[in-house]
């Protein structure tokens, strides 16, 4: 099925357009017997054995970072829920995603995100590099692991040489296909999970006036139906914009110089062509205009990394001013 440019979604994809929070958000805060004492946020979410599984960024600010630019130490820790929105989180950090004094990413990791492709899940991350100097994306790389039970761990080391990595769960003409990067989205492919090649052409660009208009960055593996592959992505207006929609958010609780203001959008490619863009949003579907979403170890970032379908509904789990996760579901 053909598609002109357009900001409408198909009718497999048309529950997008009505996510809700969920009332009882945030769903996960900050818990000083924990590995997340000070933070909690950008989980990966999956199903297993009829439970959501969350795979957590956590950080605990009683934990010194090597250097000023590794500004914290992010572990991963384990969430887990029977009905999607209630969960009870394990105290210690998942110990292989918890770097030790010999590990090289003593900045911790970042940002995980789970697909299920065949009896195994992929886990995309992030490693932040020891580094006093140098651009971002070279403190962090994109990484993967592989598992068939969430437990043990098979280290696929640096795929790609950016972070935010979502990964299809299907080859589409013999090729698995990764969106990653968080400036402007671009596309990877590989045959076998291990080895990806690079395409010249950006995938997704920013958009000025838009409210991605610094960044766009994936949040959870594509969704695949016979009227495209939808991919969710978080974008941010950038500090021009961000004080404006800031105060539109939050006219009485403005901090004096807000300077990123994150939201979720989507984006829609050609089922047999995953460069082809074919329809965008105009609007964001989820922004930051409640207070536990403005304010925290970062302001205004409502930042998605997880996606389930769960006891009929697909839930969005997503972290909160860096520092909390909130959910919002379609039936």
Same mark, same amino acid.
């Given at each position: 099925?053909?598609?002109?440019?357009?900001?409408?979604?198909?009718?497999?994809?048309?529950?997008?357009?009505?996510?809700?929070?969920?009332?009882?958000?945030?769903?996960?805060?900050?818990?000083?017997?924990?590995?997340?004492?000070?933070?909690?946020?950008?989980?990966?979410?999956?199903?297993?054995?009829?439970?959501?599984?969350?795979?957590?960024?956590?950080?605990?600010?009683?934990?010194?970072?090597?250097?000023?630019?590794?500004?914290?130490?992010?572990?991963?820790?384990?969430?887990?829920?029977?009905?999607?929105?209630?969960?009870?989180?394990?105290?210690?950090?998942?110990?292989?995603?918890?770097?030790?004094?010999?590990?090289?990413?003593?900045?911790?990791?970042?940002?995980?995100?789970?697909?299920?492709?065949?009896?195994?899940?992929?886990?995309?991350?992030?490693?932040?590099?020891?580094?006093?100097?140098?651009?971002?994306?070279?403190?962090?790389?994109?990484?993967?692991?592989?598992?068939?039970?969430?437990?043990?761990?098979?280290?696929?080391?640096?795929?790609?040489?950016?972070?935010?990595?979502?990964?299809?769960?299907?080859?589409?003409?013999?090729?698995?296909?990764?969106?990653?990067?968080?400036?402007?989205?671009?596309?990877?492919?590989?045959?076998?999970?291990?080895?990806?090649?690079?395409?010249?052409?950006? =995938?997704?660009?920013?958009?000025?006036? #838009?409210?991605?208009?610094? &960044?766009?960055?994936?949040? *959870?593996?594509?969704? !695949? $139906?016979?009227?495209?592959?939808?991919?969710?992505?978080?974008?941010?207006?950038?500090?021009?914009?961000?004080?404006?929609?800031?105060?539109?958010?939050?006219?009485?609780?403005?901090?004096?110089?807000?300077?990123?203001?994150?939201?979720?959008?989507?984006?829609?490619?050609?089922?047999?062509?995953?460069?082809?863009?074919?329809?965008?949003?105009?609007?964001?579907?989820?922004?930051?205009?409640?207070?536990?979403?403005?304010?925290?170890?970062?302001?205004?970032?409502?930042? =998605?990394?997880?996606?389930?379908?769960? #006891?009929?509904?697909?839930? &969005?789990?997503?972290?909160? *001013?860096?520092?909390? !996760? $909130?959910?919002?579901?379609?039936?």
């Amino acid at each position: 099925m053909e598609f002109s440019m357009t900001s409408l979604l198909p009718k497999s994809f048309e529950w997008v357009a009505r996510l809700k929070k969920y009332e009882g958000n945030p769903i996960l805060r900050p818990n000083a017997n924990s590995c997340a004492k000070d933070a909690v946020f950008n989980p990966a979410a999956t199903v297993k054995d009829g439970k959501v599984h969350m795979l957590c960024r956590c950080i605990d600010f009683s934990r010194e970072a090597a250097t000023k630019n590794n500004w914290s130490v992010s572990t991963f820790g384990w969430a887990t829920s029977e009905d999607g929105f209630n969960f009870t989180m394990s105290p210690e950090p998942v110990p292989e995603f918890n770097p030790g004094p010999d590990s090289p990413f003593q900045g911790g990791f970042e940002d995980p995100r789970l697909v299920k492709i065949g009896d195994e899940w992929l886990l995309t991350y992030t490693g932040v590099y020891r580094e006093p100097s140098g651009r971002f994306n070279v403190m962090t790389p994109g990484l993967a692991a592989l598992s068939k039970d969430l437990v043990h761990w098979e280290f696929l080391g640096e795929i790609l040489p950016s972070r935010a990595i979502a990964v299809t769960p299907e080859k589409i003409n013999g090729k698995y296909w990764a969106y990653y990067d968080n400036w402007c989205l671009r596309l990877a492919w590989s045959e076998d999970l291990r080895t990806w090649h690079l395409l010249d052409e950006p =995938a997704l660009t920013q958009r000025p006036g #838009k409210v991605d208009e610094c &960044l766009c960055e994936s949040v *959870a593996a594509p969704l !695949i $139906s016979d009227d495209g592959i939808l991919l969710l992505y978080n974008g941010d207006a950038g500090e021009r914009r961000a004080e404006e929609l800031a105060r539109t958010a939050s006219p009485h609780y403005l901090p004096l110089h807000p300077k990123m203001f994150y939201s979720i959008g989507w984006a829609l490619f050609d089922r047999n062509d995953p460069t082809r863009l074919i329809a965008r949003c105009n609007e964001p579907v989820i922004v930051p205009d409640h207070l536990y979403e403005f304010y925290g170890v970062a302001d205004f970032p409502c930042f =998605a990394s997880g996606l389930v379908e769960f #006891k009929g509904k697909h839930i &969005l789990y997503y972290g909160c *001013a860096d520092m909390r !996760i $909130s959910a919002a579901y379609a039936e």
